[in-house]
């Protein structure tokens, strides 16, 4: 089955340390992406990619780091610098590289919690 | 109309009901609009897309209406079900064709 793997389901960190959130696609997608959902609020764009060794900041990159060194994967970081990192992280891709001409695939998230 | 802080707008409805979820965009070029179902704590999932040269798109118990007139785009579902109940969001192409997700409703079914 094709799809997208997010991991791991649930992180917890202390305040101050860097972590990274997993993000793999078995689809062939060109495009990928990385949401932030806060409670009760839709979803803000950190971070995407639309080929291999490129990527673009979203709305809310600051804190954030990415890579997209294969295809396939496209990992998150979330450093110290974040302000508020609690929050449910998705990660999607799209077939095109104009991401608003398909739909998005979105894996099934990373709760991060950090103390 | 939305609600402040971190309230989801909600529809509640009964088991067999017909709901219409509505959605806003701001971007006149818009060309192509999606709305995604996300049941709590998965990602969200395609339901039905419509591109901006149809008004209208039907699929199984669900229906799309897009008034580009008003910028305004709804999801009608039709005798809705317990498992119907979840966040649905419209995205629809902002900056640089980059999807932008409207802030979702809640739909809450009662058996």
């Known amino acids: 089955d094709g799809g997208i793997t997010q991991s791991p389901k649930y992180l917890f960190r202390k305040e101050g340390q860097n972590v990274t959130l997993s993000c793999e696609q078995n689809l062939n997608h060109d495009a990928m992406y990385w949401y932030r959902q806060d409670p009760g609020q839709g979803l803000r764009l950190i971070y995407y990619?639309?080929?291999?060794?490129?990527?673009q900041k979203g709305d809310i990159a600051e804190g954030y780091s990415v890579s997209r060194e294969k295809k396939e994967s496209f990992p998150l970081t979330v450093t110290s610098a974040q302000k508020n990192p609690t929050a449910f992280y998705l990660c999607?891709?799209?077939?095109?590289?104009?991401?608003?001409?398909?739909?998005?695939?979105f894996g099934n998230g990373t709760r991060l919690t950090v103390t | 109309g939305e609600s402040v802080g971190l309230h989801l707008p909600t529809l509640s409805v009964q088991e067999g009901d017909n709901s219409i979820i509505n959605c806003a965009y701001s971007?006149?070029?818009?060309?192509?609009f999606i709305w995604y179902k996300q049941e709590s704590g998965k990602g969200p999932q395609f339901i039905i897309d419509i591109r901006s040269n149809m008004d209208k798109r039907q699929g199984q118990r669900v229906t799309v209406l897009l008034n580009k007139t008003v910028k305004h785009l709804s999801l009608q579902i039709a005798a809705t079900q317990p498992g119907d109940s979840a966040v649905y969001f419209c995205?629809?192409?902002?900056?640089?064709?980059?999807?932008?997700f409207g802030r979702g409703t809640s739909l809450i079914v009662h058996p």
């Open positions: 999607a891709s799209s077939i095109r590289h104009r991401g608003g001409g398909s739909p998005l695939h």
């Open positions: 995205a629809y192409p902002g900056g640089s064709y980059i999807p932008t």
């Open positions: 971007n006149s070029a818009s060309d192509y």
């Open positions: 990619s639309q080929i291999v060794n490129d990527f």
